[in-house]
């Protein structure tokens, strides 16, 4: 008898390919929208469960990479902002909202400077039309730093 390995939720989550991030899995765990195969609810995103535990999401799964995503494709809508094969430059890029958004709404290019470090969201740091600028002031760049 093989005994099964046991695995956190949040990991679990990101394995199954439910959540691009622990981060973003956590936050559906505390929200009470992760269920296992039995349809009961998990709550705590630290419990270790069975590794081969089916998991399911209840809920619209989040479109971006940060819930700030959700207020810019709005204002991209409101304003009439068309980004189709414009280059754009994420000041305080932080984990990449605007720039998953950009990209999203057909931006062909996004700088996505920030002061901080690895705080980019993986697919974004991985996407060939981001460059990625960390440990970057930006009252320090020069237009040479964006060609």
């Known amino acids: 008898m093989t005994k099964i390995k046991k695995e956190r939720v949040d990991v679990l989550l990101v394995e199954q390919g439910l959540f691009e991030s622990r981060e973003q899995a956590k936050r559906s765990v505390m929200a009470g929208e ?3 195969q039995n349809n009961q609810r998990l709550d705590k995103p630290g419990v270790k469960i069975a590794g081969d535990a089916i998991l399911h999401v209840k809920g619209k799964k989040m479109p971006y990479v ?4 959700l207020k ?3 204002a ?3 304003f009439n902002i068309d980004l189709k094969d414009k280059t754009v430059l994420d000041i305080g890029a932080s984990t990449g ?3 998953d958004v950009a990209l999203q709404n057909g931006a062909k ?3 996505a400077l920030d002061v901080g470090y690895n705080q980019l969201a993986w697919k974004l740091r991985e996407d060939p039309r981001v460059k990625v600028m960390e440990r970057v002031n930006f009252r320090y760049s020069k237009p040479e ?3």
């Open 34 to 36: 992760v269920y296992d």
């Open 66 to 69: 940060s819930r700030g995503g």
């Open 72 to 74: 810019l494709a709005k």
């Open 76 to 78: 991209l809508k409101v």
């Open 97 to 99: 909202g605007f720039t």
């Open 109 to 111: 290019m996004s700088y």
């Open 145 to 147: 730093d964006f060609t």
